[in-house]
């Protein structure tokens, strides 16, 4: 035993054993974002697979992938709030037995229709599950580390939607026990029982507020979401009929009506479920602003690249995986680093992790034909996705007060879905209505929503003082 070690008091061996345990907690936290990215991913690889097992039609095959995305999205501002009311250990450890379970159920689904109802449970337990994770971060972690841990969380978010079509191809294609496509949904029993096990013991358990649950604006937010994604999800699809457009108009007002239900609550001394002062802080709505302009490209791009890659280039799932490897491994590079980049250089860092993905996107447009090439332009493009995803929810979250930490996760939550849907919505349509050039005008849409993001991380450094 060296004198080094004698000289460690008890308190110091005492306070390293509690910090190995935070970082082996934010592991098991880390489950509840890696897995609801990776099956929204995921399944797009198995759709072909499922249609032909299952004999599912079109509609069928639509509502799979719709039937996660609207509950998902639409019950996420609720799952924040539960979680000050339920306790968000209580709260993650139930959204990650509601997600495993249904994971068993999309599993063994005998028929489509089994399928998409099973989809559904899936996505109201992510919407449970994926808002926890911030405020366990925030709860788990001093100001001092807490930045180190939103790496992890911006790597964990990137690391499943860049690999969840190279796991997705791989589980098809190996078909174990002739299981095939099933394997993209049993994977997750097997994450989540084992996460499970480890949350009493590891996550240090986090008192409810104790906050009425405001079951009007609830009732009203969910009405309002799904009304404004399911048609997002469906109409292109279905060539926009009456439909989707009278969602939309009725989006629009069911979401004033909760906007001034909110107000009113506020107003009356009540608990609202979206805090109005949330927004009272200029750093956090232009936050919400660039997290939304960033997630409508970063969602969009990995959607119009698999159609790229696997329809027009004719690669199978696990090719069209192994292409996109090399901007896994940008991103994995560029995360590690972003947290050090962020306190040397500012915004300024995140801003250069935006500029490099402009210059993906422009070597893109003119050599997407160059297997070689795009392999490294998609390096280049993960490089400045990792230097910018990382550190931004953390930096948006950085002002927010620990009382509102449940409303702004959920908020935060919701807006990157939103914009996911919106995104993929609109580079459909683009993609779609431009013939044989679809990926270069989609490359044209992304470029916006990169020069929009620059703008908002210029609010921001205005708006507030930086991490």
């Given at each position: 035993?060296?004198?080094?070690?004698?000289?460690?008091?008890?308190?110091?061996?005492?306070?390293?054993?509690?910090?190995?345990?935070?970082?082996?907690?934010?592991?098991?936290?880390?489950?509840?974002?890696?897995?609801?990215?990776?099956?929204?991913?995921?399944?797009?690889?198995?759709?072909?697979?499922?249609?032909?097992?299952?004999?599912?039609?079109?509609?069928?095959?639509?509502?799979?992938?719709?039937?996660?995305?609207?509950?998902?999205?639409?019950?996420?501002?609720?799952?924040?709030?539960?979680?000050?009311?339920?306790?968000?250990?209580?709260?993650?450890?139930?959204?990650?037995?509601?997600?495993?379970?249904?994971?068993?159920?999309?599993?063994?689904?005998?028929?489509?229709?089994?399928?998409?109802?099973?989809?559904?449970?899936?996505?109201?337990?992510?919407?449970?599950?994926?808002?926890?994770?911030?405020?366990?971060?925030?709860?788990?972690?001093?100001?001092?580390?807490?930045?180190?841990?939103?790496?992890?969380?911006?790597?964990?978010?990137?690391?499943?939607?860049?690999?969840?079509?190279?796991?997705?191809?791989?589980?098809?294609?190996?078909?174990?026990?002739?299981?095939?496509?099933?394997?993209?949904?049993?994977?997750?029993?097997?994450?989540?029982?084992?996460?499970?096990?480890?949350?009493?013991?590891?996550?240090?358990?986090?008192?409810?507020?104790?906050?009425?649950?405001?079951?009007?604006?609830?009732?009203?937010?969910?009405?309002?979401?799904v009304l404004l994604i399911l048609p997002l999800t469906e109409g292109r699809v279905q060539g926009w009929p009456a439909w989707s457009c009278a969602s939309l108009v009725a989006a629009v007002l069911v979401l004033g009506a909760f906007g001034r239900h909110q107000h009113r609550t506020a107003r009356e001394g009540g608990d609202p479920l979206v805090p109005?002062?949330?927004?009272?802080?200029?750093?956090?709505?232009?936050?919400?602003?660039?997290?939304?302009?960033?997630?409508?490209?970063?969602?969009?791009?990995?959607?119009?690249?698999?159609?790229?890659?696997?329809?027009?280039?004719?690669?199978?799932?696990?090719?069209?995986?192994?292409?996109?490897?090399?901007?896994?491994?940008?991103?994995?590079?560029?995360?590690?680093?972003?947290?050090?980049?962020?306190?040397?250089?500012?915004?300024?860092?995140?801003?250069?992790?935006?500029?490099?993905?402009?210059?993906?996107?422009?070597?893109?447009?003119?050599?997407?034909?160059?297997?070689?090439?795009?392999?490294?332009?998609?390096?280049?493009?993960?490089?400045?996705?990792?230097?910018?995803?990382?550190?931004?929810?953390?930096?948006?979250?950085?002002?927010?007060?620990?009382?509102?930490?449940?409303?702004?996760?959920?908020?935060?939550?919701?807006?990157?879905?939103?914009?996911?849907?919106?995104?993929?919505?609109?580079?459909?349509?683009?993609?779609?209505?431009?013939?044989?050039?679809?990926?270069?005008?989609?490359?044209?849409?992304?470029?916006?929503?990169?020069?929009?993001?620059?703008?908002?991380?210029?609010?921001?450094?205005?708006?507030?003082?930086?991490?």
């Amino acid at each position: 035993m060296t004198s080094r070690t004698l000289l460690r008091s008890p308190a110091h061996r005492d306070a390293e054993s509690d910090g190995a345990r935070r970082w082996l907690a934010l592991v098991v936290v880390l489950t509840g974002v890696f897995m609801p990215i990776l099956d929204f991913f995921i399944v797009n690889v198995a759709i072909p697979s499922i249609e032909t097992d299952l004999h599912a039609t079109s509609g069928q095959t639509e509502l799979i992938v719709a039937g996660y995305a609207v509950p998902y999205a639409a019950l996420l501002v609720i799952g924040g709030r539960l979680g000050d009311r339920l306790g968000r250990r209580r709260a993650f450890a139930l959204g990650m037995a509601g997600f495993t379970a249904a994971s068993l159920l999309c599993g063994i689904a005998p028929t489509a229709n089994a399928l998409v109802l099973a989809r559904a449970a899936q996505g109201a337990a992510a919407a449970l599950l994926f808002p926890q994770v911030l405020t366990l971060i925030q709860h788990m972690f001093g100001e001092r580390e807490r930045p180190r841990a939103m790496t992890f969380y911006g790597l964990a978010l990137g690391l499943a939607a860049a690999f969840g079509q190279l796991l997705g191809g791989g589980l098809i294609s190996a078909d174990l026990a002739g299981l095939g496509w099933r394997w993209c949904f049993l994977i997750n029993i097997f994450v989540g029982v084992i996460a499970l096990a480890a949350v009493r013991p590891l996550v240090p358990f986090a008192a409810p507020i104790g906050s009425r649950l405001d079951v009007t604006g609830g009732a009203l937010s969910f009405t309002g979401f799904v009304l404004l994604i399911l048609p997002l999800t469906e109409g292109r699809v279905q060539g926009w009929p009456a439909w989707s457009c009278a969602s939309l108009v009725a989006a629009v007002l069911v979401l004033g009506a909760f906007g001034r239900h909110q107000h009113r609550t506020a107003r009356e001394g009540g608990d609202p479920l979206v805090p109005p002062s949330l927004f009272a802080d200029r750093a956090f709505r232009a936050g919400l602003l660039t997290v939304f302009a960033f997630y409508t490209g970063m969602s969009s791009f990995f959607f119009v690249l698999a159609l790229q890659l696997q329809h027009v280039q004719g690669l199978s799932p696990v090719q069209s995986g192994l292409q996109v490897t090399p901007l896994a491994l940008g991103f994995f590079a560029t995360s590690l680093l972003a947290r050090p980049l962020l306190a040397r250089f500012g915004d300024r860092s995140l801003i250069a992790g935006a500029v490099l993905l402009l210059a993906a996107y422009a070597g893109e447009y003119a050599l997407v034909s160059d297997r070689l090439a795009l392999s490294v332009l998609l390096t280049v493009n993960g490089l400045g996705q990792g230097m910018v995803m990382a550190p931004l929810i953390g930096r948006v979250l950085a002002g927010v007060a620990s009382h509102h930490a449940g409303a702004a996760s959920g908020v935060l939550a919701t807006c990157q879905q939103l914009a996911g849907a919106l995104g993929i919505a609109i580079i459909g349509i683009v993609y779609f209505d431009s013939a044989d050039h679809g990926f270069q005008a989609g490359l044209i849409y992304l470029s916006i929503t990169v020069l929009a993001t620059i703008s908002g991380l210029v609010l921001i450094g205005r708006s507030g003082p930086e991490e």
